[in-house]
């Protein structure tokens, strides 16, 4: 699975209109969660200022189950 190496203070995640999504949560590698957002639609901005550098999972639930993806704050 790739990781994305991100230097912004946000970033936008969008899914398929053919995939409901609930919610969106950032766990940092201990499984701690750090951020979690309801999806009022399938597209949102993730503000990521507030955390530290270092390599994050960020997890959707959706209709489909769980997917997930690895970043890296720089």
Not at 42 to 51: C, H, W
Request: a negative charge.
């Amino acid at each position: 699975m790739p990781t994305l190496k991100l230097k912004d203070l946000y970033f936008k995640i969008n899914i398929d209109e053919d995939i409901t999504a609930d919610n969106i949560s950032v766990t940092d590698l201990q499984g701690n969660i750090v951020l979690q957002r309801n999806l009022p639609t399938n597209s949102i901005a993730i503000d990521i200022s507030g955390l530290a550098n270092g390599t994050y999972i960020i997890i959707a639930q959706t209709s489909e189950g769980l997917q997930h993806a690895y970043f890296v704050k720089q």
